[in-house]
């Protein structure tokens, strides 16, 4: 894992740009609507705001300073409070206020792994991040479930080879884990290493059995159900491929021939390096 957040770290010390204004989506879910915010930032990170008919969640704030201000005004014009702020995956721009996280995250993000990420973040990107939050932390036990702006949230155990954070079933129509699942190739920063790949199915498997709807991460946005299958099978022929190829270079070649012109080709060698070193 340290590995892979140093990866990341130096593409986004190379990728770093002037941040792109995002934009909404809403999903009318029956007893809420969800609200999918783009950020169009280097991570292509995604924030949500859960409206309940009298009150609002809010999860992942933005962490650039830009991304803040639209988040931050387009919720105010919700009119409605907000009950709480929940950071799973991703430490954001939430201020003052208090959040919630799931237990044992509080202490991995101010550890080396993710701490020292975040204190890299702060080094190539400067001025154009937000301030770190700075209210206090309230920690959820996963098999959990609360009752906020009358939504259920449910905290279940995200994918072992991950951070220590949840996925979160959201009023039993809407899944949150840390990547939105998508019909294209996936990063070598969300499969590090074989065993992830097993990790991978057995959460994507545990997150079409919760009987949800869409599907949504913390990088990406929402997809449907038909995106969590592709993953599935995807992954399940990475895995077969894995085992017929003797090296990162056959391996890539014969990904690239069992799915010809899938988006995010350029990032399969990378992914060949992580699960052959």
Known sequence: MKKALFILFNLLTITAMAQTKGRFEVHDLGNYK????????????????????????????????????????????????????????????????????????????????????????????????????????????????????????????????????????????????????????????QVSSPAAIDAEIAEAENSLASGAELFIGGHGGAAKRDAVEFKIAYLKRMKELLAANETAEAFVEAMKQAYPGLPGEAGLEELGKALYK
Request: net charge negative.
């Open 34 to 189: 969800l609200h999918v915010y783009y950020t169009n930032d280097v991570m292509a990170d995604a924030s949500y705001i859960i409206e309940g008919t009298d009150a609002i969640v809010t999860m992942e704030h933005p962490l650039f300073k830009e991304n803040v201000v639209e988040f931050d005004s387009y919720l105010s014009k919700l009119e409605k409070p907000v009950e709480k702020r929940i950071t799973d995956y991703h430490v954001g721009g939430t201020g003052k206020h208090d959040v919630v996280m799931a237990q044992g995250m509080k202490e991995f993000s101010e550890g080396p792994i993710y701490g020292g990420m975040m204190k890299g973040f702060a080094q190539a990107f400067g001025d154009a991040m937000t301030e770190m939050p700075t209210g206090s932390v309230t920690e959820v036990a996963f098999g959990t479930t609360e009752s906020w702006a009358g939504v259920t949230f449910e905290f279940r155990h995200g994918a072992t080879s991950d951070f220590p954070a949840a996925s979160i079933l959201i009023g039993d129509k809407a899944y949150y884990t840390h990547w939105t699942p998508a019909k294209a190739h996936i990063s070598h920063l």
